[in-house]
């Protein structure tokens, strides 16, 4: 696999406790979105929230702790205690944050943004200390770089608004605005824009990008980044012209890949990508709907996230049993069933057509309850892949 390094895979622990909280978090924020529906304290950014952090932030420190050895060269020394220290920040930081947001209080509010900062803080530098030694070679590493230091500056973004609602700084609603960029554009679309430089090439044995294209993509994209700073409709144009640039590359890309549909999650990166396109005239007219432009980038992130994740525990559970030298290991498609990963996919296709039909009148009853069965699936299968691994695993079985 070229510019793969897999036997500098950090242990499978790592990998599978970030996505197996990232799971269950979505899942148990779900639960936590149907009760505050039915009391009538239905709040969008605390959905906002559970799936960017719960979710998303989990998955993507976690695949950056196997990605960067792997495919970036950066190596990181004793990974299981560094990750533990982020995971537990991560953990106590996201928990608190969001009983507080939930409950109204402002000092778990408080605490909780304080850990969540931290965690970030110590991850991220982390990460970026190891790859800032290395030149970047590929598309990838380079991209992520820059994912990193947005991460940074939307965590910093972000607390600053967790302080002005005790009034200890101005509340201003450019900061909000800036978090909300940095954190969604910066973060979240070009980590995954960078990972899909080479995951499309390799997973789907798609033709690779322009080159010339994907080296260059983050220079591209930060100043593009920073115009929509501005928060006009001007201003947005030259961000959302490369993400669309990106899109119809990724699709026309997948669509001629050589093994097409014969690989079930290419049908959540469609999916994902088509809601990553419907996102972008709702975020151009964000004034009007925001809502909408919330909901369709969640969806975007949330169903490719869901499908990879699918992807990668598979793989890790066969390449870890493999080089250990286990007794049985079984074949990709035996780690989690066809069966599940469909469910997942058809859960993940009823979420998008309610949230797309229903949102505009503000009806979250059935996307929420669409929501907690998609993903406690998602919880049930990356789960029982990772205990298939723990169990056949001899460095977990000595005998």
Known sequence: ?????????PPFIIVSGFFISASLFWFFGSLLELCSYLKDLWS??????????GFALFVMFGALFQMLPVVAGA??????????????????????FTTG???????????????????????????????????????????????LAFVLSGAVAGFLIALSYGNYTPYSPWLLHLHMVLMLFGW???????????????????????????????????PALLLALYDSIYTRVPLLALVLSHVL????????????????????????????????????????????????FGLFFTILITGMSLRIISFLVWFHLSNEGAKQVPLMSEVIGEKLIKACF????????????LSFHRMYLLPVVIHIILSGTLSLSIIKGSLLYFRLSPLYNAS
Request: charged letters at 10%; aromatic letters at 20%; zero cysteines.
């Open 1 to 9: 696999m070229r510019g793969l390094s897999l036997l500098q895979a």
């Open 44 to 53: 969008l950014p605390l959905y906002v929230h559970i799936s960017t952090i």
């Open 75 to 96: 190596v990181i020394k004793e990974p299981k205690r560094k990750a533990i220290i982020s995971w537990l920040l991560l953990l106590l930081g996201f928990s608190l």
């Open 101 to 147: 947001f939930y409950l109204k209080n402002y000092s778990l509010i408080m605490v909780g943004s304080s850990l969540l900062l931290a965690g970030v803080l110590f991850t991220a530098f982390l990460f970026l200390y190891h790859l800032l030694k290395l030149k970047s070679f590929t598309p990838t590493s380079r991209g992520f770089k820059f994912a």
């Open 188 to 222: 979240v679309f070009l980590l995954i824009a960078s990972v899909s430089f080479q995951v499309v090439e390799m997973f789907f044995v798609a033709r690779p990008y322009p080159r010339l294209y994907a080296m260059n993509f983050p220079y591209f994209f930060t």
């Open 249 to 296: 590359l990724t699709l026309h890309r997948l669509y001629t890949s050589r093994r097409g549909f014969a690989d079930k999650s290419i049908y959540f990166w469609y999916l994902a990508f088509l809601n990553l396109l419907v996102s972008i005239p709702f975020f151009l007219f964000k004034e009007s709907f925001l809502y909408q432009f919330l909901l369709s």
């Open 346 to 357: 058809f859960l993940s296709l009823l979420l998008t057509i309610s949230l797309h039909t």
